[in-house]
């Protein structure tokens, strides 16, 4: 099981990378990374919600709860409750956070917020 901890640990790092890559234009690395950043404070995020000491990771953990086994960013956001869930749903959606720049700057959004 990844802990918050562990989440929020893993997803600065590759936030930080993820911001690199963009200034040296590797464009491809930076989006991965800023999307792989996104992935786990939502997952961190769902865990505060969910009242739970981290996120499943191996197969067994995840036996019941075969919906939360996803990489897809919009179902992630679906079950995480933020204030303003439908802007923040709205741009990681949407064309614009195709864009490495974007999903950096989303990134740093949701990694800011207060739990």
């Known amino acids: 099981m990844l802990t918050i901890a ?6 600065r790092p590759r936030l930080h990378e993820a911001t690199a890559l963009l200034i ?4 491809d690395g930076s989006s991965y990374l ?7 404070i939502l997952k961190a ?3 505060v919600h969910l ?14 709860y075969t919906s939360l086994r996803t990489h897809h960013l919009e179902t992630l956001l679906d079950l995480t409750v933020f204030k303003k869930k439908s802007e923040l749903k709205m741009i990681t ?3 614009i956070f195709q864009s ?10 949701v990694a800011s917020l207060k739990r």
């Open 24 to 27: 040296a234009r590797q464009f």
């Open 34 to 40: 800023g999307r792989y950043a996104v992935e786990l």
């Open 93 to 95: 959606t949407g064309p």
């Open 51 to 64: 009242d739970w000491k981290g996120y499943p990771e191996t197969r067994k953990e995840f036996e019941k």
């Open 100 to 109: 490495g720049r974007q999903r950096i700057a989303i990134a740093h959004q």
């Open 45 to 47: 995020r769902i865990c």
């Open 6 to 11: 562990d989440l929020e640990t893993l997803a």
